[in-house]
């Protein structure tokens, strides 16, 4: 039977529309009803047929989330729009988060509003994030204090993994803070030291209480300012110093903008944008004039701002600028952003090593007096040292590591942003989830160290364990690709720092407190420094001889006398 046949006009109609006549076909009109009806039918089985497709691709994609979400690390409840973000309030975020691991486990999924990460809490977990499966955590999440702060995060910390990253760590690593280049810094360090030890000296003969942690962070400062900028105006240093100051503890902290995305109707309430703005306009204005300063200088007498004749760090930047051998050529805003980056881990990071020290060896009596008797014994009858004298104290070197294992400048490393779908320990992480490392709890873990929770330096005595991130249960500057590339002229300002605070003065906490009442509260920045500075006694001890040996570099001698 016919179902279909071509009318007058060429088209398709439907069979049902043909009526026998007299014994011949034809077609008939179909009602208004009728022709209703019948177009009706191909939209309607088009819309079911695609809302049954619909179901069906939002019931496997539903099936393929769950079966992700199950694949997950363990996680803690949480509450609506916040995530987990309740568990870390009324504690420092390291401390709330390895309370949490002990019980969720060593790999654990948090949401921080609509930010996920996996927070790792075990050196075994740790290297396979930092080591087995480093490329894949190479990235960096971009959050609005790095895109302000660090010119859209074209930093070296801040910086997504990738060409232009490699480039700059390049330059950080052969040119920047180099071996040779921390060795050049060395007069600016021994001043500094010598300034921050005779200012103390007449506080001390005044019987008067020292706030050391000023002291100390002022020494860093001073330090990182000189060995960056070199010979610009005290005013251009105490300016730029302030202003770090100022900015560095909002730009370390998440923007409600990271963490609810989102919710932009509250981003004009909470965020800290408009503060992050004013404070890079004031530091871009400083570092736009000692730039030119530096340009100038080279241009009209071709030489080196640096003290003493060596390079800067502007300088040596400015000179891989104009080299000509770059793939990626840097800007002067690419510059600002590595100054940046100097200023923020080399001075909290290396004065709060100093203060937590200090802390400890208060707390430990036995150890200040191990260390003061290694230091004193080993300069007996020498007329001057220099800092590779400094650096053969095993005792103090073992003093520093114990202070970063249980005191790491940055408990919870930089986050890390997986770059590919990875899997760890039986677990899925996902592309963008952002990576915790909680490096305060790892050197805490008592499966690797013993008696964690006490300050015992002589466990490092004869222990291989280095600052160069290849024993994952001690992370004080990461691992891996990302690791810490200032390390070398961090330790070089703790080092001088330490040897001439415990050779020159005997230390004890002011009112008769004992040792056991220093307060050791912490509070999270930039880094995780004392709550309350550190304030003690200090009494003088007798120094009779030149600190640092005669420089060929310098030619320069320099001596505190009792």
Request: with cysteine; charged share 25%.
């Amino acid at each position: 039977m016919v179902n279909y046949c071509v009318g007058k006009n060429s088209h398709i109609v439907n069979a049902n529309q043909f009526v026998e006549v007299g014994g011949t076909v034809t077609c008939r009109e179909s009602t208004q009803e009728e022709s209703h009806t019948d177009t009706m039918d191909l939209p309607f089985n088009f819309v079911a047929f695609f809302l049954f497709l619909s179901f069906l691709l939002a019931l496997i994609k539903g099936l393929k989330r769950s079966k992700t979400a199950q694949k997950l690390p363990p996680s803690p409840w949480k509450l609506p729009i916040i995530g987990h973000m309740h568990h870390l309030m009324g504690s420092p975020p390291h401390h709330a988060l390895r309370k949490l691991a002990q019980k969720y486990g060593p790999l654990m999924n948090i949401q921080l509003g609509q930010m996920t990460a996996i927070v790792v809490t075990s050196p075994r977990l740790a290297k396979e994030i930092m080591k087995t499966h480093d490329l894949a955590f190479a990235d960096r999440a971009e959050f609005l204090s790095g895109k302000i702060m660090c010119y859209d995060c074209s930093d070296i910390a801040c910086c997504r993994y990738g060409d232009y990253w490699r480039q700059m760590r390049k330059i950080c690593t052969l040119e920047l803070l180099s071996a040779k280049s921390v060795r050049s810094f060395a007069s600016v360090r021994q001043d500094e030291a010598l300034h921050l030890i005779a200012s103390i000296k007449v506080l001390a003969g005044a019987r008067e209480p020292i706030d050391l942690t000023e002291k100390v962070s002022s020494y860093t400062s001073s330090v990182v300012c000189r060995a960056a900028f070199g010979k610009v105006s005290k005013d251009d240093h105490a300016a730029f110093l302030q202003l770090m100051k100022e900015a560095l503890p909002i730009a370390s902290a998440f923007d409600i903008s990271d963490l609810l995305p989102s919710f932009k109707i509250l981003h004009p309430l909470l965020s800290v944008e408009s503060k992050l703005l004013k404070m890079h306009d004031k530091e871009d204005e400083i570092l736009e004039k000692i730039i030119d300063q530096h340009i100038d200088n080279q241009a009209r007498r071709n030489i080196s701002t640096g003290e003493y004749g060596q390079e800067d760090l502007i300088d040596v930047l400015l000179r891989v600028k104009e080299s000509g051998e770059l793939q990626f050529p840097i800007t002067k805003n690419n510059i600002k952003a590595v100054i940046h980056d100097v200023f923020g881990a080399g001075t909290e990071t290396s004065s709060s090593i100093v203060d937590w020290a200090m802390s400890e060896m208060i707390r430990n009596p036995g150890v200040m007096a191990k260390a003061q008797s290694e230091i004193r014994n080993a300069f007996r009858g020498k007329n001057r040292i220099e800092e590779t004298d400094i650096q053969q104290l095993q005792y103090l070197r073992s003093v520093i590591k114990e202070t970063l294992r249980l005191h790491p400048p940055i408990p919870l490393l930089i986050p890390r942003e997986c770059r590919e779908e990875c899997e760890i320990d039986g677990y899925i992480i996902p592309v963008k989830t952002k990576i915790l490392v909680n490096a305060w709890a790892i050197g805490r873990d008592p499966e690797y160290w013993d008696d964690p929770e006490c300050f015992k330096p002589e466990r490092f005595e004869e222990s291989p364990i280095d600052f160069a991130g290849s024993r994952f249960e001690y992370l004080p500057f990461g691992a891996g690709r990302r690791i810490c590339p200032g390390i070398s002229f961090g330790l070089a300002n703790v080092d001088v720092a330490l040897a001439l605070l415990l050779y020159h003065f005997d230390w004890k906490l002011p009112n008769g407190l004992d040792s056991k009442d220093l307060d050791m509260k912490e509070t999270v920045g930039i880094t995780a420094s004392r709550t309350n500075n550190l304030r003690l006694l200090a009494t003088s001890y007798d120094t009779s001889f030149q600190w640092f040996e005669d420089s060929a570099e310098t030619g320069r001698v320099v001596s505190v006398s009792a």
